[in-house]
């Protein structure tokens, strides 16, 4: 899972800085994940993780053109108050990853 997420993360163009603060931890713990040293991830970490992965297949089916969905997550969005996606998850909270991936769900029709 946290494979998926390094290659979902460089996809999107963003940061060792950006991923480690939606993923909640150090910039250095980041590194040395992005490296192949996982460690052990807690419950909170599954559960970022499990939303950024939901996030990607959201966008996946909403859009045919995956270069398209990759975009969408910098892009202004007024469902986000004109802010972008990205911009609504780098909050910090899990509950801003949750934010996004039900705004995509309820777009595509799921659940």
Sequence with gaps: ?????????AHWDITDEQAATLLD????????WKAGDLGRIDRDGRARLSNLLGIHK????IFEDAARGYRW???PNDAFG???ALEVMLGGEL??????????DAERGGW
Excluded: N, Q
């Excluded at 899972?1 to 993360?9: E, G, I, K, Q, T």
């Excluded at 931890?25 to 040395?32: K, L």
């Excluded at 959201?58 to 089916?61: E, G, H, K, N």
């Design 73 to 75: 997550i910098k892009a």
């Design 58 to 61: 959201a966008l996946r089916i």
């Design 95 to 104: 509950t801003d990853l949750m934010r996004v991936r039900r705004y995509l």
């Design 25 to 32: 931890m150090p910039v250095r713990s980041y590194g040395r």
């Design 1 to 9: 899972m946290f494979r998926a997420a390094v290659r979902l993360f």
């Design 82 to 84: 004109g802010r972008s």
